[in-house]
């Protein structure tokens, strides 16, 4: 890994001035223009340079290995060369290395229809491949460079955040728009390429079909780097990182089980999309079609891919993230074996959009999944490592599988199968097969070792989650043992945040020592000396890098010390009990919100309490966004946790209180307070030890005076 000076201010950094306000947000732009335009012809090249190696001959075979020899020398410098490559980057002017990237790129694409000879194809596939490489970091540096509040406000489309948010909140939003201009134009670069095949072949006929999209690519390198050279300077400010995918996958054989499953999953669901993409031009002729169908599919992949990475981490909110995972690749799989299997071009480029999207999903979950797993060497999970190996994984399958599976394709042949009217199986056909199968294998096995809600039956689970909410079975919630008490009566007050529920809880303790009754309010976490201090530690948003585990067990430590203190002594002598959160918050929270196993958290509290359970629990239920809203205080650590947890929260106290609705009464929050109250004591009436009759407070407008103690 290397690395600049990331905090020397450079001199000509745009300062937030009236006049180089604009200039500095034109500076911006442009060189976004720039990025995107490079991007383009950098997916072209893709197509483009392996249309121009499928020669026209009749050995399907070495067709096949002259396009996988292409596109495995397009991938190959980023496997092999990028410490290197990523050192280079890092020691030349920025702007030099993007307009040396683009000029070469420009030189090198023109000179492949020129030369027109295989060998010159694929010397130009493995230059193209080491100039991206040089391109794209110093690309995905060079934007949020230019970055100050003023450039990015100023910069209407590029407005990533909104003016006033921190320094490096806007440079996060730069290199996120980076990475968009480098890697959005996959889709547009594989249409126009059908399209530009599509007019070359009625042009210039078949012999010369995949040179005027070459021509088109070098082009579009040569207003790359003409937009560029407009953009005047480009500080070096960030710092640019290249990881060594080879060092890093070698070192993640160090990985947990978990780990091991994640990279697994990565590896199917590329290795499914890959595996389509090497035969796609070979096969496309296979099936009577040619470059502008080998186009077709692969945009279909590239905007199915564009898709799933867009719906990855928003279908199916409460459903298990590492579930997804393995079922994506599973799915990519599947659809796989249906587009090797079917012999309709058309139909093989909407499946391929499918197999996309299974595969960008599989793609996003996993950087949800990678949090929280084990890293390489012991080092603490989260952080760049983990992206960067899943990365490292990705590149070397491609590696493997653009290499491989056109070879195994013109090894096997055609087969000519005896079923109906005769099935021809093509070698490209039975090759995807075979990564289909691998892939599959890779799927489930990922999928077992990454399952974190084992034993729950997946249909019930996933038809929860369609209904937006978290299957948990009976068996699971934590079952009462026999508790030794003497006429206590305990009350638990639960939801999410900003739902009133500490207050509906004073009233009801209020309500309840008006009647005489000896009352103990108390609250989680925090309730005790010992309990205060794992609160500070709990709540502290200084708190950082807590592992979910961990802070499981700091909550049910706090409720041991709290049952063991506070509330059992209380229920001996005969109290009410009114908690503000009890066990149920470490259900929802860490067990949905952090999407741990319920049961386990169930059964680690079911210890810590001696299996104490309340008698009644008061669900208030709130929309997260609307009690989010409500909070005063500066958020804590748990309340600034995204909507998206609090959501999961919620649909986890919804789901514990539908598995055991007698002992719950759910309300709705919003509804106004003193409706509320009367509805919370009209069910704790139920279950007092001697109870108000219930005419009387009507009979009377006031209560008697029961003392039971
Ligand atoms: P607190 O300040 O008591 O807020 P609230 O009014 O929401 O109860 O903070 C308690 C926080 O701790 C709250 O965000 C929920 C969280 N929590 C858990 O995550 N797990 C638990 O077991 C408990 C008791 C609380």
New binding site residues.
Partial sequence: MTRTDATRPHPAAPQPGATSLSAAAGTFRRLRLALSASGLGQWLTVPALSAMAVLPEDDTGARLRAVGGVLALLVLPAVLLAPLVGALADRIDRRLALLIADGLRFVVVLTVPLVDALPWTLAAAFLVGCLSLLWTPAATAGLPALVSDATVSASAGGAVVARGAPEDDLRAGARRSAARAAFGPAPFAALAFALLALIANAALGASHRADLPLYATAVVFAVSAALTALVRDVPATEPITVPAPLKLLFQGAGLDRAGRGLGLAIGGAVLAASAIAAVARVHAGELGGGDAGYGAVLAGLAAGLASGLFLGPRVLGPFSRRRLLGLAVIAAALLLIVAALVRNLVVVAFVTAFLGVAAGAAWSTASAAVRGLGAPDGEAPGGDRPRAFRRSIALVVVLVSVAAVPAVAGALGSHRIDVGDGYDLDGSMSALLIAAVLALVAGAVAYRRLDDRRGIPLVADLRAALRGEVYVPPSQVAEPEPVRREHGVFIAFEGG?GAG??TQARLAAIWLRDHGYDVVTT????ATKIGMRLRAM??DRDTTGLSDRAETLL?AA??ADHVANVVRPALERGAIVVS???LD??LA??GH?RRQPVDDIARVNAWATGGLLPDLTVLLEVPPADGLRRLSAPA?R??SEPQEFHERVQAGFRALAEADPDRYLVLDASRPQAELSREIQYRIREILPDPIPAGTEDATSTFPAITDV
Avoid: A, M
């Fill in positions: 945040e529920k500490t609250h989680e976490p925090g709990l709540l909550y706090d409720r503000d959160r009890y918050s470490s929270y860490q919100g804590d748990i309340e």
